[in-house]
Structure formats: C-alpha cells, structure tokens
C-alpha cells in the first residue's frame, strides 16, 4: 500500500503545479488585457485632463487654437449639422473661416450669418464632392494664398434611411463612396504639402461610432466610416514628426437632417446631443486628443460597446437598424398620407 501513497502525493503535486502555474498565466493574461483596454479606452480621458493642465504648468505653450495651428480654418460640409456648427465655433475661437460646401445660397447664408456675429474673414468654395477629381484643383485654386491651420473634413452622406444593399440605389453608393472617402483622401493630400511646409496644422476626420462593427442595413456607411478610422490612425503616426496633430472624431447619433429618417433620434436628448452641443464639446478636444467620440455619453456609449465581443455587436447593430428601417418605412408612409 505505501507506494501507492507515495505516487498519489506525487501526483497531487504535480497537479497543485500545473494550477498554480495556469492560475498564474490566466492572472497574468487577464491583467494584460484589462490594463491593454484601459489604456485604449482612457488614453483619451487621460491626454484631454492633461492639456487641460498643462498651462498652468508650462505657461510658456501655445494656448488658443490660432497659437497652436494658425489662422484659418477649412470646413468641408460647413453649410449644416455639425459642420456648420464647427465652422461656427471655430469662428467663436476666432479663426478665419473657408467654408466648402454644396449650395451657394446656404454658404452665402452661413458665411453672412458667421461674419455678423464673429470678428474674422469667412471664405465660401461652392464644390459637389459627388463629382471627380477636377473639383480639387479647384479648391487648390481657390485656397491659393491662404495659409490653413485646421482642416476638418466633414462633409459626409448616407443612405436615406437604413436598407439592405440590394435596396439601395447604385448612384447612390457611389457618391456615399466619393465623398466619405474621397474627399477625406483627397482634401487632406491637396493640403498637407503646405502644413509639413510650416510643420503647424491640425486635421480632423469625422468618421462614426458605427466604424465599431459591420452594421448590415448600414453596410456601405458604416464601412467607409472604417477607412475613416484606418486612414487618420495611420495619417497620425505619417505625421507626427512633421509636428501635425491629427483627429479622429467618431460620433454616435446627433440630431441633424442626416438622421431625418428617424423620429426617435431627432426628438433629441442626452443620447442624442444637436449639433451645436456636440460641434462646442468636440471642439474642446481638439490639440487635445487624437481619438474622440466628441461627446461625454457618446464616449460612454462606444466604451460599453467595445465590452462586448464583435459577433455580438454586429448582431445587436443589425437589430436596430433593421427596426430603425421599419420605422422610418411606416415614418415615409405616415408623411405621404398611405397609414
Ligand atoms: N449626424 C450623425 O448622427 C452623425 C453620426 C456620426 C457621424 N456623422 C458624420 O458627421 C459628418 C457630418 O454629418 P451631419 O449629420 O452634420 O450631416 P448633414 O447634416 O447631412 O450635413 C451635411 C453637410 O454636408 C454638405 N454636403 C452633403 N453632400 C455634399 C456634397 N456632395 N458636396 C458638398 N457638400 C455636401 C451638406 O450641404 P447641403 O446643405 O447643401 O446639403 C451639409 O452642409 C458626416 O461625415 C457624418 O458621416 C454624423
């Protein structure tokens, strides 16, 4: 019998070793994970409170976003929503303004309204980024002589409400495609040279919260808003020795006419910030951080999203935009008088 003892106490060991030893792994791993998903979700918290101190410290740093970047500013989308609030903000921090957009009468409007109410220079650039190439030699053209500071590219489109991709009509992915992402590309590429030149500027991107995941009945927006992301996160490391601070501004549902096709968001609310809010509170970040949702419960929204694993965040997206496609059906429907 004594063997027998002998080599189950044996045994016994050998197994508290292995625990011990999978125990310390697990431990080790998970650690890793949490503090790699701390640091990805607070990096940003951390460089806003930072810059937010930093001059009480180093008084000697550049402060106002002019001293930072210089004087003017490009907004592309500049005649609504959060463009057009941007550019009016920018302005309250007194930058001059280049507003490029799609029609002159509301760029007229805007400018007149922006210059009425702020002591700096408004420029207008009428240009539809549905058309080719062409149309950035002329904003060249256009933009000769002036030194940009800030470049936000903003303007942006997408489906009129949520559909499936066979639903959707073809013209209209192809512009959804030229201007979510080409003239982010091509915006950016026409006015870098001069930025790396003064090595001064700021670019800002408006990708989308919905980058987070593929978003079926979303599926062509929601995808050019991940070249967004995957286009300013390398931008930003391409530039960062030629001292140009790159932005990538990822916002969840704010009220404007882009989101007309759901009631439920334009009613507004904490989830569901307007324009004007959001463009103040992301404006704040800017020099700030590089990666931001824009606004407090959008970057609590996207943080508690990331938790979940990708199948699930797809499969929860596809639920409500499928729901949001029935709703703004029977919204159409109510408006033509047919329910
Ligand atoms: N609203 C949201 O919930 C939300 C969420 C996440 C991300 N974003 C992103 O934020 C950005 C701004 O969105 P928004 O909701 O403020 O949009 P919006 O209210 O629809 O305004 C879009 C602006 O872009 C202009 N524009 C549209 N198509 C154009 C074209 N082909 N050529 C030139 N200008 C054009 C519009 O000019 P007109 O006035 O002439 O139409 C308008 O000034 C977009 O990139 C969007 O993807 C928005």
Known sequence: MQPVLEVSIYTLLRMAF??????????????????????????????????????YFQPHLPKTLVDKFGQWAVVTGATDGIGKEYARELARQGLNLVLISRTKEKLIATTNEIESQYKVKTKWIAVDFTKGLE??????????????????????MMYEHPDSLDLVPEKLLWNLLTVNMGS???????????????????????????????????TVYAASKKFVTYFTKALELELEEHNIHVQLVMPNFVVTKMNAYADRVMQGGLLFPNAYTFARSAVFTLGKTSETNGFWTHGLQYFFMKMAPLRIRTYVGHQLFKRLRVEALEQKQQKLGLL
């Open 135 to 156: 149309i950035y030699d002329q904003i060249e053209k256009e933009l000769a002589g002036i030194e940009v500071g800030i470049l936000v590219n903003n303007v942006g």
């Open 18 to 55: 292995i625990w011990q030893l999978v125990s310390a792994v697990i431990y080790i791993v998970g650690s890793l994970t949490i503090a790699a998903f701390l640091y990805d979700n607070f990096k940003s918290l951390i460089s806003i409170i930072k810059a937010v101190l930093e001059p």
């Open 184 to 218: 982010v590309t091509m915006l950016t590429r026409k006015i870098l040279p001069q930025m790396i030149g003064r090595r001064k500027g700021a670019i800002v991107n408006l990708g989308s919260a919905s980058e987070l995941q593929p978003l079926p009945n979303m």
